[in-house]
């Protein structure tokens, strides 16, 4: 299946003052490799290699990231002679097409813009290019074949560390619960789509809050509960503890190394 990556977003949360600070959210680096990679390698593990890259802000950065791609930075090789053998390759069956959806265009409008490069395919994948998980893709998507949705979406528990305060009518503090302890779901960014979602997006409108929106008035939207490795990186403290869960060796959502 064909997979759609958002990577055209500001991500100012991300950004800072230091050099390299304008580089888009997808393109900060994990370890030895950028986010949207390990986000590709997770796909990639599961046999879906087409890639559809929906660039904007920053796309020069990933543009140039695959251009002069270097296989030796995350794989082992030889050095014989002057010439350098391979041991294992990342990219080599991919095909990645990079595709300038607009540079402040909504997410909704960014996938309008690439559905020609979906080739009529009836169902494809789209995330957001900046979130690791371990959640198992086969389940998600034979979940959703078998079912008549238009779209299903990844829902995972909460992950901030606020409590939800009970308070009683004179004030006085009945329980203190925290917010991933609480009956609640968040949206986690891993989508698998039927062509129909189209039908519900208007010209510069959002896939969730038009698309997903109209689908689950119609009962039309599948949620996948997710209780794994689920991480976001939104702002550059969660970037950094990724990249030191890199570092120590911790890495659930890199599936393809098992």
């Given amino acids: 299946m064909k997979v759609v990556l958002f990577c055209g977003g500001r991500g100012t949360r991300m950004r800072s003052d230091a050099p390299g600070g304008d580089m888009p959210k997808p393109m900060q680096l994990v370890g030895p490799r950028p986010l949207v990679w390990h986000v590709m390698r997770y796909y990639a593990h599961f046999g879906h ?5 929906c660039l904007g802000y920053g796309a020069q950065y990933i543009k140039d990231f695959f251009l002069t791609y270097k296989e030796t930075g995350s794989n082992d090789f030889i050095l014989r002679n002057g010439k350098i053998e391979l041991l294992s390759t990342d990219i080599s069956d991919w ?4 595709i300038d959806t607009g540079l402040d265009s909504p997410i909704g409008e960014r996938l309008r813009r690439v559905r020609p490069y ?3 395919d009836e169902m494809f994948l789209a995330n957001y290019a900046d979130v690791l998980t371990d959640a198992p893709l086969p389940d998600i998507i034979d979940r959703f ?5 238009g779209a299903s979406m990844m829902v995972v528990p909460p992950t901030n560390t606020f409590h939800v305060i009970d308070i009683s009518e004179g004030g006085l503090v009945g329980g ?7 009956p609640l779901w968040v949206n986690g960014g891993f989508f698998v789509l039927r062509q129909d979602v189209f ?3 208007p ?9 997903c929106a109209e689908l689950a008035k119609r009962g039309r939207l599948l949620a996948y509960p997710h209780r794994g490795y689920w991480r976001p990186s ?3 403290n969660q970037r950094l503890e990724l990249d030191r869960s890199w570092a120590r060796g911790e890495r659930p959502w890199a599936l393809w190394e098992a």
């Avoid at 074949?145 to 949705?149: I, K, W």
């Avoid at 203190?176 to 609480?182: A, D, E, F, G």
Wanted: hydrophobic share 45%; proline share 3%.
């Fill in 49 to 53: 290699n087409e890639f559809i890259l």
């Fill in 95 to 98: 095909k990645v097409s990079l």
């Fill in 118 to 120: 979906l080739d009529g």
């Fill in 145 to 149: 074949a078998a079912s008549d949705a």
């Fill in 176 to 182: 203190i619960t925290p917010v991933s302890q609480m």
């Fill in 199 to 201: 039908e519900h997006i």
């Fill in 203 to 211: 010209e510069h409108g959002d896939l969730v809050a038009d698309g």
């Fill in 234 to 236: 939104d702002t550059v």
